[in-house]
């Protein structure tokens, strides 16, 4: 508790506003904590495999909000610099992309699994004997 001009400030969860202990190091209670923690580490791992990823192509791909990202940027754990591969299009939509690292947008991308996937499944369904169909005959010429 810190007292300030007659009031009694108590240290609360940024994230849940439940009271903290005075002398805890973070600013956060334990289940969020966790919950941060388990974010920033999702965004590291994306950044391993992708090392100059924008923000906006992180959200785009982590589905982690543009905020989160920004209070990250704004506490030092993460730092944003130039990338000289934006504005670069989809090559199925010709939606702006922000990253050198796709080619597709993720909407796009989705989508192409999904008939990927359906086309396996017709052609798993469809398996055609060789023993039951005729055998190809060579036609002759005089």
Do not use: W
Not at 102 to 107: N, R, S, T
Request: glycine letters at 4%; charged letters at 30%; a positive charge.
């Amino acid at each position: 508790m810190k007292k300030e001009s007659g009031q009694i400030k108590i240290k609360v969860c940024r994230k849940c506003r439940a009271p903290l202990h005075e002398n805890s190091l973070h600013n956060y209670c334990e289940a969020c904590f966790r919950k941060v923690e388990e974010t920033f580490d999702k965004i590291r791992d994306y950044l391993k495999e992708y090392p100059a990823s924008t923000s906006f192509e992180i959200q785009q791909r982590l589905g982690i909000s543009m905020h989160i990202i920004n209070n990250y940027i704004k506490d030092g754990r993460l730092i944003e610099i130039p990338n000289e591969f934006l504005n670069l299009e989809c090559a199925k939509c010709g939606c702006l992309l922000l990253s050198a690292h796709h080619k597709f947008c993720p909407p796009c991308e989705i989508e192409m699994i999904r008939s990927l996937d359906k086309a396996k499944e017709d052609l798993a369904s469809n398996k055609i004997d060789i023993k039951e169909t005729g055998k190809m005959r060579f036609r002759t010429y005089r």
